[in-house]
């Protein structure tokens, strides 16, 4: 008997076993169910109306059989069958309801036509009722049944929630449903809520997140607060860093709301959560006076800086925005992203695409012509450190000719604003990069000064933006995901950050405040230690740094020592005479400069230097020109060694005593 028991369990479990059992075999375990539901309703309807448990019925014995005939049909319509047991909701249920209504009809309209004698017409509600509280009842049953199988054998990890608000409720029930995760725990810091049970699941302060890991075993913390402020939550952070569990959070509000992404959809903390900080409103006024109905040109339109402008320049309607970028593949993607939301937005904005390259002076002037150009944001630039360093010739010709033509094409078409994206490696440059960012906002500072300039010269000094191509902290997610190690230049080592749609921002915003030659800084907020944020990481991603006192830990953290012109920390100015503005995180700096003549003198020196691939005299043109420069002691180019034979003769660049040397 006992074995007779065991089978026929083991029958019903693999008949519901959502691993074993196919779709096909469950609709049909539900359409059996319901063909012994529809008699039994049908036969429990006569005898509560005629009170007796053995209703007579011989004039109608026939609509038990024809009541099933005729529902599972309509049922099937009305798609009860479809519906997957495991995510049943209110609609199964409405369905039913709609369902056991229209057969009920049908029923009724059967007896009639038949004109069956002596049919109580109180029998139809009263199965209508039956109908649906036994249908509706069996498939709750199913379903309890179904999850208390999947919850047995699934296998679960241990997670805690922080928020027990809507947010926090939402992400709960989506993983019950989705059974891989189990909630053991909510943390809120709302004394409030603190002991309720949400889904069963207890409320606890943040005091006893330790106790509540070590006894569960828990993996990850899931953080599902998404309209928290930046600062509080980079804070919140930081307190659950020592608990050595991985961190995730929940889509932000923004997201949440435009429809981009849901609850369940859980991710990895973005290091905007580490460095970020409250954003300042823009403001509306600033943002539009260069490009409201307007031609506004991006060059280097497809690089990090440049498309995130173009996506905030399109949100100012201008009257057409052109795309100046020399690789292809890169125009061509920014082209498609912005024609997807152009059209979104069902704009009228025009959307011009040229590609081309910033040393090519005529093209650029031919652009800026025959688009009738009146606001250019100059972004196209080298701006690796390593890179430029090791291909000085071309950082040169892009960097600062590159700048120098943009600057000419817009004086000689009567640009109205003209706006260089530049770096705070420019300040106090040991680089290459630096140094010739730092020139280019000379060629502007120069080009300002000269009489009857129609066009406002400007520029932006900013650091490192969070996600941009060269970036640390892209590379870091990639070191960690592939088990490491995590490579840091040097321990002491320190960076701004600040996010590109924020950076865009303010550069459109400190276009607007130009007045000629400004040197505009932004506000980068506090410096950030580069192994810091390493360290934070590997731990928030709930795994440990290998060191020599953890030797089997997780992630090893490598420095791999400086790079070439590379220093320890940047500065966003060069000396101390630096002026406020109405925007609270743009600032204006004074700050000395070059002739007009004297620019050009240079220039027309290092065009030749380029021309003659003297990289010695490129580097000692530069240092006079940018008198904070601080080269290398070595030329680092790939090509300078293996062309130096070639100089020798050169009368441009005579290798003699006479050459001034390099500072160590």
């Not at 008997?1 to 539900?30: C, G, P, Q, W």
């Not at 933006?465 to 320190?494: A, C, W, Y």
């Not at 980068?524 to 590997?538: C, N, S, T, W």
């Not at 790939?638 to 020798?648: A, D, G, S, Y």
């Amino acid at each position: 008997m006992e074995y007779k028991y065991k089978k026929y369990m083991d029958l019903v479990h693999n008949a519901f076993d959502v691993h074993t059992t196919s779709r096909l075999v469950k609709r049909i375990i539900l359409i059996l169910v319901d063909l012994c539901i529809i008699p039994f309703s049908l036969w429990a309807a006569f005898a509560l109306r005629l009170g007796e448990v053995i209703p007579r019925m011989p004039d109608f014995w026939w609509i038990v059989i024809a009541a099933p005939l005729i529902s599972i049909p309509v049922f099937y319509t009305f798609g009860l069958y479809r519906s997957m047991l495991r995510y049943m909701g209110i609609q199964v249920g409405w369905a039913l309801v709609k369902g056991m209504a229209v057969s009920t009809l049908l029923l009724s309209a059967l007896v009639f036509f038949t004109q069956t004698q002596g049919f109580p017409r109180s029998v139809f509600i009263i199965y209508f009722s039956f109908g649906v509280l036994l249908m509706g009842g069996s498939r709750v049953l199913m379903r309890a049944y179904l999850m208390a199988i999947i919850r047995l054998h699934a296998p679960k990890e241990a997670v805690i929630i922080y928020g027990a608000g809507s947010a926090g409720v939402q992400l709960a029930t989506a993983l019950v449903n989705a059974n891989d995760s189990k909630v053991v725990a909510f943390i809120d810091d709302d004394k409030t809520v603190q002991g309720n049970l949400i889904h069963g699941i207890k409320v606890f302060n943040k005091d006893k997140l330790q106790l509540l890991i070590d006894k569960y075993n828990v993996k990850q913390i899931l953080l599902a607060m998404p309209s928290i402020r930046k600062s509080a939550r980079r804070k919140l952070l930081q307190s659950l860093d020592k608990f050595g569990v991985r961190v995730r959070t929940v889509p932000g509000m923004e997201d949440l709301v435009s429809g981009k992404s849901s609850v369940e959809e859980i991710q990895d903390v973005d290091v905007l959560d580490l460095l970020g900080r409250d954003s300042v409103p823009p403001d509306e006024s600033l943002l539009k006076a260069c490009i409201e109905n307007k031609v506004v040109m991006v060059t280097g339109a497809g690089g990090s800086i440049g498309s995130e402008l173009c996506r905030q320049i399109i949100k100012s309607n201008p009257n057409t925005l052109v795309l100046l970028e020399q690789s292809e593949y890169a125009l061509y993607q920014i082209e498609k992203e912005l024609l997807t939301r152009l059209d979104e937005q069902k704009s009228s904005i025009k959307l011009i695409s040229v590609l081309g390259s910033v040393q090519n002076k005529f093209r650029l002037s031919q652009t800026i012509k025959a688009c009738k150009v009146k606001t250019i944001y100059h972004a196209a630039a080298y701006k690796h450190v390593p890179l430029v360093e090791h291909n000085i010739i071309e950082g040169v010709r892009n960097n600062i000719f590159g700048t120098s033509y943009a600057a000419e094409a817009a004086l000689e078409n009567n640009v109205e604003t003209f706006i260089l994206i530049s770096t705070d490696k420019a300040v106090r440059p040991t680089n290459l990069m630096g140094a010739s960012k730092r020139f280019a906002e000379l060629i502007l500072q120069a080009y300002s000064k000269i009489s009857n300039v129609n066009t406002c010269f400007c520029m932006v000094r900013f650091g490192n933006v969070l996600g941009s191509s060269g970036s640390v902290v892209p590379l870091f997610r990639e070191q960690i995901l592939s088990g490491g190690p995590v490579t840091v230049t040097h321990p002491d080592i320190i960076r701004y950050f600040m996010t590109i749609p924020e950076a865009a921002q303010l550069v459109i915003q400190a276009s607007s405040l130009g007045q000629g030659g400004d040197v505009f800084v932004l506000d980068m907020g506090e410096p950030v230690k580069i192994l810091d944020l390493a360290y934070r990481m590997i731990r928030l991603m709930g795994l440990e740094v290998r060191d020599e006192q953890n030797s089997d830990a997780d992630i090893e953290i490598k420095f791999t020592g400086l790079r070439p012109g590379e220093k320890l920390y940047e500065e966003l100015l060069i000396g101390n005479n630096v002026a406020n503005t109405s925007h609270p995180r743009i600032q204006r700096a004074e700050e000395d400069s070059v002739s007009f003549d004297d620019i050009k003198d240079y220039m027309a020196k290092l065009d030749k230097a380029c021309s003659h691939y003297n990289c010695e005299l490129i580097v000692r043109l530069l240092t006079q020109v940018v008198l904070e420069y601080t080269p290398s002691k070595e030329i680092m180019d790939t090509l300078w060694f293996k062309n130096e034979h070639n100089l020798e003769n050169s009368q441009l660049a005579p290798r003699n005593d006479k050459v001034v040397k390099l500072k160590p």
